[in-house]
């Protein structure tokens, strides 16, 4: 400020500021129809499909067991899929399973860009369904676009009501839908309407009921563009030989009306239809080149397909290809295609070790678990006739469905005898009889007595817990102390 | 820099604002409508929620306090309420306590699971100040994982001294015994006492003075054996030690035997009952005999 003190008046008043807000200008996608619009249909049934369908599964799997093939059962600490049940300690599994998913978008992303927006994003799935509905209600891209500049009138408040109508109840649908994942579904579908529901079923159901209605109703490609992370992130997952949805302009240009009288001749394909643009569910014009906002949803590709045979032209004027090899081809050269890279080959290496290493894990997955924890206060305890007893938490996990009784003894310790509070054992046995309630976690409290004088500071001791119908044993060291020296 | 001279940016093809600064322009990439109208809901809400919760601290007026706000929402009042609950739901399980006797409930794995937990939680806030974690004891304060106890240690025995304490005046059901402060009271001299203390360190065992000892056997079987038995093995039912092992609740040096015999010790355990529940005494008693002495 310090360059212009007082600036002179201006004789006319100067203009305004341009505004620093923009207003979202409302986009209304055409119908496309083709291949890729087919497979659009497809995925969005299949996914949509599962979403509703997958919590009615039942998975029998024992008395007194959740027997819903895909539970996230919060009050019992499970996690059910199918016939995997993850109990909280293996909560890695989790971890490795999003670790595969990760590096599964990985790997399509650097072979295929983004099709995960395109095709699988919940964000474009039910925003393509809220779309059919407005259509439905509404019309084409043309009719919709004349009802909204139509005054009010009963047929369009009927149209416009019935549209937001239906699309909360879709919402409700899927709000209610994701519940189900957390709770018995019969159950949860039934108290949810007698008013016995948890409040986090009604908070959760009620929430995704509202982003629902918000984000594919209302928001929809400012989602992508505004506030997903993911169109940033792939820049980093893709590279020069990536296929993305891709105008070709070294078929295309240059474009223009096309005249009867000249035909193709000296001129690009690209006939200016705006097809393209009118079909594209993000508002942009693909002839751009590569965008942000473009969820690769290859909708435009449908569209210029449909012209390009109208006008006698092969079609894949629009099609994935690589702008490497676009360039390649404008300059004359003929076009590589790599699918096979060092990035593609190390994502699917990574992804069948991580799984190879996930599956070995649940193979071998024990049907119990033992666990000792020594005392820490008192680390031992002298008895009156000089002996030293040490006290232990003895946690057993039973992951089967049946209860058993198993044979717990101890060892590597001379002279030692040990007695488990609250069970009997007979006298100089060398085992004893541990009883473990079905698919649960036990306590028993252990206490190990051994005569002192021959023993250091510190000592160790081994327990085994057999199942001896099965044959399965499980052995855990501990340490064993007593005031010995060090 | 404010002439708000705005024109297309060659290379960005982007409008500027017409800010300029040492030939710096500034571009003008919209921020969409919603973003600002999301911002002002927030104010608005900030606004709501500041009356409807607690929220502006220190007014002048409300002392060191804030404004409560107009739905009255208070965490303490929560953890009061969860607190409530927490109760109601342990009065369950807490009535299957009460149903069972004390053996039962040891040889009950689930009951006992459970009164482990309860018990466990409740003597870490009550008993472990001064017995320590896990029962370890303290010089004063004796060792409850270990086999030696004074007044008794079945489930019943430990259950009765959590109850009624040991020396606790307005309880009469309480465990009461005198031990006489021998030095204080002038019961002894000083050179009887000497020679008692040695005596007592010869029952486990000690070095001792031999011809002291032997004074002091004479004193133990007049005024000690009454109690403490006339071999020393003590006597549960008053509560007196047994003084041939290797124990000593107040220390087994010959100055501590001494302060003990001239001045008496006679703890004092406070009564339970009344400011536990019963259930949590019950769970205690398990958890107690449970730590390795239960007899």
Redesign the interface.
Known sequence: MNHVANPPKASNPPPAPPSLYERRKQIYPKLAHGKFRMIKWVVMALTLGAYYIVPWIRWPRGEGIPDQAVLADFAGEKFYFFFITIWPQEIFYLAGLLIVATFGLFLVTSLLGRVWCGYTCPQTVWTDLYIWVERAFEGDRAARMRLDKAPWSLNKAVRKIGKHIVWLIIAFLTGGALILYWHDAPTIARTFFTGQAPLTAYFFAGLLTLTTYFLAGWMREQVCTYMCPWPRIQGALTDEYALNVTYRYDRGEPRGPLRKEQGFEGRGHCIDCKQCVQVCPMGIDIRDGAQLECIHCALCIDACDDIMTRVGRPTGLIAYDTDLAVATRAAGGKPVYKLLRTRTVLYAVLMVAISALILVGLAKEPTFEINVLKDRSPPFVQLANGDVRNGYTLKLVNKATTARDTMVSISGLPGAEFEIIGLSKPDGAKEMELPLEQYGVDRFRLLVTAPAASLPHRSSLDITVLDPVTGESHTSSAAFTTAGAE | ????H?EIDAHSGV?T??HTWDGIQEL?N???????IVWYISIAWALVYMVLMPAIPALPGLGSTNTPGLLGQSDRSLVAEKVAAMNAERGVASQRLMAASLTEI?????L??FA?EMGESAFGDNCATCH??????AKGYP?L????WLWSGTLDGIEQTIRHGIRHEGDDATRFSAMPAFGRDKLLTSSEIDDLVQHVLSFSGRDTDAAAAAEGSTIFAAQCATCHGANAKGDRSVGAP?LT???WIFGGEPSDIEATISNARNAHMPAWQGRLDDPTIKALAVYVH?????E
């Open positions: 820099m404010s002439d708000q705005t409008e604002t017409g003008n919209p921020l969409p409508r919603w973003w600002l040891q040889n009950d794995l689930n006992q699971q482990m320590g974690a896990g029962g370890r004891g060792m994982a270990d086999d030696i047994d092992d290797a124990e449970s730590l390795g002495g239960g």
